[in-house]
């Protein structure tokens, strides 16, 4: 089987109205990556950008050079973080706009819906809502019609001839009957239907009528049983617990294996690394592990568990504020190529 690797690509590498508005202006996620500190002895940050430095993507010039090394590692196809929230309202979709303008750019593309309420987490905040997700007939229309030029594309990707499409958050009556028209129109205007792909942790309604796969969406639902973690958890509840929760390479890939095993019907994903603390602080989750080794050692464990998947994911290619980067990067002096980690990706094809 050729077997395919999609990365998740975060937009927010340009300054926003939106963000300017909530977070300060300039905002973009090099912010909290300019605050990344050491926050514990054995703490691998904070991480620099090596060879692509900090871009702006709403610039050609950086777009064009960030897209072609997506291509350089050799992965088929870039998944955008997608924030349509209804009532006419889209965010950080200058990436993807530009992307589909510019027909020099190669690599394939398609979208994963982040539909869900934006808060003030970042600062500790989980009650107020910045950003509320919204659902109407209207809004999936108009939805299917900012769509219907990125399905257009030749490099749009497909599952099986069917447009893919990943929703986040299958929660409700109201997001399944939004996919549902969105699959209604698309059939209409293409008679080709949706593939949905949908993280198995978030599904709560019954699917009947349309075509989907349920996929891997670490990384809590790997730390999240270990019992170090829980551990941990129960002493930063009661402010016992100064610093980080730290996973181990160790305890994290055994994690790994162990949900392959109980669920060999997924779409695996990979996590090149995991460490929010340029954004949460001492509130963060940190899975201790150099990300080349991480991955290397992630993709072995695929080989010898023999899954059988078209797709394999990778979680992601440069949300560099949770320390989860397929890019080149610098960690005390030392420069650190995530691509080594993927060198045993064609064993899989």
């Not at 889209?90 to 510019?102: F, M, R, Y």
């Not at 690599?107 to 905040?125: E, H, L, M, R, V």
């Not at 030749?154 to 939004?178: S, T």
């Amino acid at each position: 089987m050729d077997t395919k690797f999609y990365a998740y690509f975060l937009p927010q590498f340009y300054p926003t109205p939106e963000n300017d508005a909530h977070w300060g202006k300039g905002f973009t996620e090099w912010t909290n990556i300019n605050k990344a500190k050491k926050l514990f002895k054995e703490h691998k940050q904070p991480l620099k950008p090596k060879d692509l430095g900090q871009y702006d993507l709403s610039e050609k010039r950086d777009l064009e050079k960030v897209i072609k090394y997506s291509q350089k590692i050799n992965l088929d196809g870039l998944i955008y973080w997608h924030y349509w929230f209804g009532n006419d309202f889209i965010t950080l979709e200058k990436v993807p706009k530009n992307h589909l303008k510019n027909k020099t750019i190669t690599q394939n593309f398609c979208f994963a819906w982040a539909n869900g309420d934006w808060k003030k987490s970042w600062k500790g905040d989980d009650k107020t809502v910045i950003f509320k997700q919204t659902y109407s007939e209207q809004s999936a229309l108009d939805h299917f019609e900012y769509l219907k030029p990125f399905f257009k594309d030749n490099r749009y990707l497909k599952f099986e001839g069917k447009f893919l499409f990943q929703v986040n958050n299958v929660i409700n009556k109201e997001v399944l009957r939004h996919m549902q028209i969105l699959n209604k129109q698309s059939v209409q205007h293409f008679g080709v239907p949706i593939h949905f792909l949908i993280p198995k942790c978030p599904l709560r309604v019954k699917i009947n009528d349309l075509d989907y796969s349920l996929t891997s969406y670490p990384p809590g639902e790997i730390y999240s049983p270990l019992v170090s973690y829980k551990v941990q958890r129960v002493l930063k509840i009661l402010k016992l617990l100064k610093r980080p929760i730290v996973i181990s390479e160790k305890g994290y890939l055994k994690s790994f294996k162990k949900f392959l095993s109980k669920n060999p019907e997924l779409i695996p994903c990979i996590l090149p690394g995991w460490d929010n603390t340029p954004r949460y602080g001492k509130n963060g989750v940190v899975v201790n592990a150099h990300i080349p080794t991480l991955i290397e050692k992630q993709v072995t464990t695929l080989l010898k568990s023999k899954i059988d998947s078209p797709i394999i994911l990778v979680k992601a290619f440069n949300e560099w504020a949770e320390g989860n980067i397929l890019e080149p990067y610098q960690l005390n002096g030392k420069s650190f190529y995530p691509k080594e980690g993927l060198r045993m990706k064609k064993q899989i094809h």
